[in-house]
């Protein structure tokens, strides 16, 4: 599926349309809406990279007690904790 952003809307933000989708990956990162993962690969960000723009904008890494929870079981199948 593709959406149309007509280009007056786009002129209208005085905005790139790189700048345009990272701002929609943004926000529906932070509406977790969708993963890091999938907001870096839609706008070809690295993580360092994603994570200033998070920061810039006062935004934290969604990131949960599950989450770490099954960080450590990874580390610990490999031997590493």
Known sequence: MSVVIPD???LSTKMTEDE?????AIM???QEKISGG????WT???VIEFQRELTKRG??????VEDLQADIKTLQSM???
């Open 8 to 10: 007056d809307i786009l």
């Open 20 to 24: 345009l989708k990272l701002e929609i």
């Open 28 to 30: 529906l990162y932070n």
């Open 38 to 41: 999938k907001a870096r690969a």
């Open 44 to 46: 070809g960000l690295t």
């Open 59 to 64: 935004l934290c890494i969604n990131y949960d």
């Open 79 to 81: 031997g590493l904790l």
